[in-house]
């Protein structure tokens, strides 16, 4: 599980244990993380132009003595100081190391920008000052010490300037901030140095492979169709039938046992799907909305009407009422916005915050599609799916990651893990059936079972 932590959980996991270390050992740990990944991105030491771009506080702190390191080993090291509180102690090992404090006239061009210019204590946004020097090497690749500078560590916002790191080094945790857009997105690769921090439970977690495996429903000798889940999906319309084919075909990826559809579109559901069974039964989970059009809100009651959880997607979703039970909401930030009467660009802009708002409002399991989507609970936990691929963002994919949260739904698993691992695979089967290059809706439905079994091989 990669977690991330908050500000307030990493500085009282740091102040444990420093109370066990000497003074500065725990600087002098993070500072040697960070002047290795800094060579490994530039290729070697030894006669590199470093520039270090240092504020005060603690990164500032790590820059200057990882600048001394990277000095050591024969890197032309430079550091602009802008702040007067700039940690005294790195800045003379800095300088014993031959390393030079210049002003931003003065500096060479570098092979990489260090940012160490606000802490994780800061507030969003950069002071101009910061901004003139970033600006001042344009092109040179840039590191930040442990989140790019001006971003909203705990919130996941962009105020203002900030920086857009290539390579992000942290320590000992990742911040939320590593993981949730839009601030993500300004961390480039994200490198954990290891404090050995003693932490509690992340707010804020993305699965990793060995926890998806771990989750998966697997089958014994003794299970048959039925005890494996009969999954029921309500989608399609007259005007979208192709939505109730890509819908099934999520569902029909062999998590559960047997898929049931009721609806306008049975005839291209048996077209695609022979093994799909149009007809009325009993079921374990429910998929409704995806292309429901005018017909989502009648199969929204009659599926919630059954009492077994529920996936809600796109038309069903303005029919949802606050509590409705053990259902996943599935919205894109445009459709998040409508459910709780905000603009979109004010969710797309505090996603986190939003997630949680409705998760909290409607008390359900909701799941914010996007570059990084987001499953919230009402509890305020959040999952982060980091397994997807730019190509993902096609028509009909939301269709057939509804119909696979159907599926583990039935098969067992309860909601936030349902729509954690169906999120999980539908961007890790996009990945696998991109191999970075454009596809198609279904070529991530059909890439599911292949995934499934490289995770369980």
């Known amino acids: 599980m990669r977690s991330a932590h908050t500000v307030e959980q990493v500085r009282a996991a740091e102040g444990e244990l420093m109370a066990g270390l000497p003074d500065g050992a725990l600087m002098q740990r993070a500072a040697a993380g960070l002047a290795v990944a800094i060579t490994d991105l530039i290729g070697s030491a030894y006669a590199a132009r470093v520039l270090l771009l240092v504020g005060a506080g603690d990164n500032g702190g790590d820059a200057l003595w990882a600048g001394a390191m990277l000095a050591r080993r024969g890197a032309a090291v430079e550091a602009v100081l802008l702040s007067e509180k700039a940690r005294a102690d790195g800045l003379e090992a800095l300088l014993a190391s031959g390393g030079r404090a210049v002003a931003v006239s003065e500096a060479h061009q570098p092979d990489v920008v260090v940012d160490g210019i606000v802490g994780i204590g800061g507030r969003s946004g950069l002071l101009e000052e910061a901004e003139a020097a970033l600006a001042a090497f344009p092109g040179v690749p840039v590191v930040s010490v442990d989140v790019p500078s001006g971003v909203g560590v705990d919130t996941g916002h962009l105020d203002g300037a900030h920086v857009r790191a290539d390579l992000t080094v942290t320590f000992g945790t990742h911040k939320i901030a590593h993981l949730i857009d839009p601030a993500a997105r300004a961390c480039g690769v994200v490198h954990l140095v290891d404090l050995g921090l003693d932490l509690p439970q992340a707010p804020v977690e993305a699965l990793q492979p060995v926890d998806v495996a771990a989750l998966l429903p697997v089958p014994d000798g003794f299970d048959h169709k039925y005890t494996r889940g009969v999954v029921g999906v309500r989608a399609g319309s007259q005007t979208y039938p192709g939505a109730a084919v890509l819908c099934t075909s999520g569902a029909a990826t062999g998590l559960a046992g047997m898929v049931r559809y009721l609806g306008s579109a049975a005839d291209a559901v048996r077209?695609?799907?022979?093994?799909?069974?149009?007809?009325?039964?009993?079921?374990?989970?429910?998929?409704?909305?995806?292309?429901?059009?005018?017909?989502?809100?009648?199969?929204?009651?009659?599926?919630?009407?059954?009492?077994?959880?529920?996936?809600?997607?796109?038309?069903?979703?303005?029919?949802?009422?606050?509590?409705?039970?053990?259902?996943?909401?599935?919205?894109?930030?445009?459709?998040?916005?409508?459910?709780?009467?905000?603009?979109?660009?004010?969710?797309?802009?505090?996603?986190?915050?939003?997630?949680?708002?409705?998760?909290?409002?409607?008390?359900?399991?909701?799941?914010?599609?996007?570059?990084?989507?987001?499953?919230?609970?009402?509890?305020?936990?959040?999952?982060?799916?980091?397994?997807?691929?730019?190509?993902?963002?096609?028509?009909?994919?939301?269709?057939?990651?509804?119909?696979?949260?159907?599926?583990?739904?039935?098969?067992?698993?309860?909601?936030?893990?349902?729509?954690?691992?169906?999120?999980?695979?539908?961007?890790?089967?996009?990945?696998?059936a991109s191999a970075g290059g454009p596809l198609s809706a279904s070529a991530v439905a059909d890439a599911v079972p292949e995934v499934v079994r490289n995770l369980l091989g």
């Open 271 to 432: 077209a695609r799907h022979p093994e799909v069974v149009a007809a009325e039964g009993r079921v374990q989970a429910w998929v409704v909305g995806s292309g429901g059009d005018a017909d989502a809100e009648a199969a929204l009651a009659e599926a919630l009407g059954d009492g077994v959880p529920t996936v809600v997607d796109a038309d069903a979703l303005i029919h949802v009422e606050k509590g409705a039970g053990s259902v996943v909401l599935t919205p894109h930030a445009g459709e998040l916005a409508r459910m709780l009467d905000v603009a979109r660009e004010e969710v797309e802009a505090d996603q986190l915050g939003f997630a949680r708002r409705a998760a909290v409002e409607y008390d359900a399991v909701v799941l914010l599609k996007g570059r990084r989507t987001l499953i919230a609970r009402p509890d305020g936990r959040v999952r982060v799916t980091t397994s997807g691929v730019p190509w993902l963002a096609v028509a009909g994919a939301g269709d057939v990651l509804a119909g696979l949260i159907g599926a583990l739904l039935a098969a067992g698993l309860d909601p936030w893990d349902a729509a954690s691992v169906g999120s999980w695979l539908h961007g890790a089967a996009a990945a696998l």
